[in-house]
């Protein structure tokens, strides 16, 4: 055989090997799920981007968590994953509880105003003016603040900064300390440290030691090593610093001190065995974001989606600048159909239709660009559905939430305001 003739041969070969290689359509139409929520939408009226909850899988998973947590522990809703009051109020009637965690002042008095029964703990550390300015700016009512809110402190320094502003107020506050317990994000991470602290709160007349929050949620995204052993050395150093506190302070140790850990992708690790903690706190798997789509969180159900209205689809992939769309299309057959959305670049990836997935040329705000295969059928009006990637930013983006139940758009619950004012 001529050498000409093997070469030929040679790089047919490889092209057809090539093709083989080529992507496979994904391409398909939206579910009975998503062709009925698309119909509530509309008989609703919504023409706009919007967030929807899906009430009975919400409540399906608040079913989930009661039956990992029992009575083991106490839950604390992580409000700032389910930043909307109707919401927080429907977890808390669900789940029976009225433990709020709370991560910023102007929803915190938001929660003082509207759930005066809450107990609420503030879950990062806030700047010594939120503190002052919740203060100045709470009206009163029901919500005692020297027994249902605790302020987190990580430093000694923000502790003095605190116990200042006590003194100058003439206003008792309870403190609950932060912990290192291995993933540095904050907190006591020596004895020396801790003493300090409880011994400025035991002689304290205003700032009074409430308890420890040690948070270890990251350990099942650490790139090595075994979680539960992360999980098993989180633990040893709760223990420890509990049993460094309570030999200080004796009989001041407080009886109902509140002893935080978990999250949502660690809480189902303490489904077995004795822990040092007393309450975990959970708030994004009750939605789950695809960034909690863990092992750790498998029973749980996405039940939240954002849906946006097709401005524009085109039966081709255009490409700018270039006439690139047709040889781009024979290789890959995702890469047909061209949509505009109302609205995007959210922390979101597109869910429904399957198939579809965001353009690798521009990815305005405005009108965003989608690309599908010809087996998505999307036209104008039609509806695109995303799944967040995160709850706390994402929920805060649209205005009203939709509540979907029953196949029908039942409520819209508001979100918490920057400024309630």
Request: aromatic share 10%; charged share 20%; net charge negative.
């Amino acid at each position: 055989m001529k050498r000409r003739t093997l070469l030929l041969g040679g790089l047919a070969g490889a092209a057809g090997a090539g093709w083989l290689l080529r992507p496979s359509d994904q391409g398909g139409n939206h579910s009975e799920y998503f062709q009925a929520l698309s119909q509530a939408l509309d008989i609703h009226g919504r023409a706009r981007p919007t967030l929807v909850v899906d009430r009975e899988l919400l409540r399906a998973n608040i079913a989930t968590l009661k039956s990992h947590i029992k009575n083991r522990f106490a839950y604390r809703i992580v409000v700032k994953s389910l930043p909307s009051l109707p919401l927080v109020q429907e977890v808390m009637e669900h789940s029976g509880t009225d433990r709020l965690m709370l991560f910023h002042e102007p929803f915190l008095s938001q929660v003082a105003q509207t759930i005066p029964g809450a107990d609420v703990l503030m879950g990062k550390p806030q700047p010594v003016v939120a503190a002052r300015n919740f203060y100045g700016n709470f009206s009163g009512g029901d919500f005692d603040s020297t027994r249902q809110l605790r302020w987190l402190l990580d430093t000694p320094e923000r502790l003095d900064e605190y116990e200042a502003l006590a003194s100058e107020l003439n206003q008792p506050m309870l403190a609950v300390i932060e912990l290192d317990v291995g993933l540095h994000r904050g907190g006591v991470q020596t004895d020396e440290q801790l003493l300090y602290m409880l011994g400025r709160m035991r002689d304290s007349q205003y700032l009074k030691f409430a308890g420890f929050m040690g948070y270890e949620p990251h350990i099942v995204k650490m790139p090595f090593g075994d979680p539960m052993t992360y999980r098993d050395q989180a633990v040893q150093a709760y223990q420890y610093y509990i049993d460094v506190a309570k030999q200080f302070l004796g009989d001041q140790w407080p009886a109902d001190a509140v002893l935080n850990a978990a999250g949502s992708p660690t809480y189902q690790m303490y489904d077995e065995g004795d822990f040092p903690f007393n309450e975990l706190a959970v708030g994004s798997g009750l939605v789950k974001p695809t960034d909690f789509d863990l092992a750790t969180l498998a029973d749980h159900q996405p039940a939240s989606y954002i849906a946006t209205p097709v401005l524009k689809s085109l039966d081709t992939l255009q490409v700018p600048g270039l006439d690139l769309g047709p040889m781009i299309s024979s290789w890959d057959p995702n890469k047909e159909r061209t949509v505009y959305t109302y609205g995007g670049y959210w922390k979101a990836k597109p869910h429904s239709p399957p198939g579809l997935h965001h353009s690798f040329i521009s990815r305005p705000t405005n009108q965003d660009m989608f690309h599908g295969s010809s087996e998505v059928n999307l036209t104008p009006d039609d509806w695109v559905f995303l799944r967040p990637t995160q709850s706390e930013f994402v929920f805060l983006q649209f205005g009203d939430i939709a509540v979907l139940e029953n196949g029908q758009i039942t409520e819209n619950w508001p979100v918490f305001l920057e400024d309630p004012a």
